[in-house]
């Protein structure tokens, strides 16, 4: 079951946020504060890499509670899944996140780059893969 | 050795074009109308659409016509039916039908959302612009080549708005008007 998902631009902002059914609703300021410390974190989890692996960044955070999931775009745009611990193919699916914004966001004539995404296309794509009841 | 030039090409050559660089550069083309004038913006998609569509009617007459031109309505809509959208999108999804009331205005819908329309999403809540007004003024364009002048304009169909709201993506209607003198010569024809 998944909790949270997320999608963070290159500076930190939040630019996308979706709840799932059952899951406390975070409210904005935890949002913000949300954004740049995965962002840091993401950015320290590459300086702390022992010397001789590859500088990944922030991948995956298991806990006995949760789990959370990070794969960044070339651009540096992070796509974020919180799911409980018995989750599998997390990265895949945020893979198939990042598919989706790069068609039904970046091909829209209507999106401002770093702004919040509110497209109705997007939450469809978003819905189905994530399988969330209306 | 002489040199090939595109004149020896063949001329029915069809070369499929990505649709990511179509979506691409069609989003330019929007961003572009937009800073030029946002509530302009269908006039401005369909100013473009008019002279491809002349040129269209060119190709399709050379290729597939044998240099043949059509002299009736319902042939000109059969032309952009099996013709000009398979040239377009490559496949024939559409469905002519003439307005209930009014017999100068005809109706192409489409069955499947177009390319114009598959990303350009507008944010929930705001008006709603159809950016398939492009593909309007290329009908429209290739209509009025024809001698067949006429204002098409392209309407998102109200009988799928409650389908919107279920997750499915809005389907565009294209409403042809005809001119009188169409109807007047179209009337003189089928005397003779």
Redesign the interface.
């Known amino acids: 079951m998944h909790y949270n998902f997320f999608i963070v631009n290159k500076i930190g902002l939040l630019i996308y946020e979706r709840k799932f059914p059952g899951c406390a609703q975070l409210d904005s300021s935890d949002l913000i504060r949300f954004g740049a410390t995965l962002s840091a974190l993401h950015l320290l989890s590459a300086v702390v890499t022992p010397s001789g692996l590859k500088k990944s960044g922030l991948k995956m955070i298991s806990s006995k509670f949760f789990k959370l999931c990070c794969f960044q775009s070339p651009t540096g745009v992070k796509f974020c899944l919180v799911s409980d611990p018995n989750t599998t193919d997390m990265e895949k699916m945020c893979k198939k996140a990042y598919q989706y914004y790069s068609d039904y966001v970046l091909k829209n004539p209507f999106y401002e780059l770093d702004q919040q995404i509110r497209f109705e296309g997007f939450d469809r794509e978003i819905e189905k893969l994530f399988a969330i009841k209306q | 050795m002489k040199k090939s030039t595109i004149y020896d090409r063949n001329l029915k050559l069809r070369k499929e074009v990505s649709a990511?660089s179509f979506?691409?550069l069609?989003?330019?083309?929007?961003?572009y109308s937009?800073r030029q004038d946002i509530h302009d913006l269908e006039k401005q998609l369909e100013e473009l659409g008019i002279p491809l569509g002349a040129r269209f009617l060119e190709l399709i007459i050379l290729r597939e016509k044998g240099s043949k031109k059509e002299t009736t309505i319902v042939n000109m809509l059969m032309l952009i039916k099996n013709n000009l959208w398979p040239l377009m999108f490559n496949k024939n999804n559409c469905v002519v039908e003439q307005h209930m009331d009014q017999e100068n205005i005809y109706m192409i819908k489409e069955i499947e959302p177009n390319m114009c329309n598959?990303?350009?999403?507008?944010?929930?809540g705001q008006c709603h612009m159809n950016?398939a007004s492009f593909i309007a003024g290329i009908i429209e364009g290739l209509l009025t080549a024809a001698k067949f002048p006429a204002k098409v304009t392209a309407v998102f169909d109200d009988g799928e708005e409650a389908k919107a709201e279920e997750?499915e993506?809005k389907r565009t209607v294209y409403l042809i008007k005809f001119e009188d003198e169409v109807l007047v010569r179209e009337a003189k024809s089928k005397k003779f």
């Open positions: 990511s979506y691409f069609f989003s330019e083309i929007i961003q937009i598959q990303f350009a999403s507008l944010p929930r950016c997750g993506e």
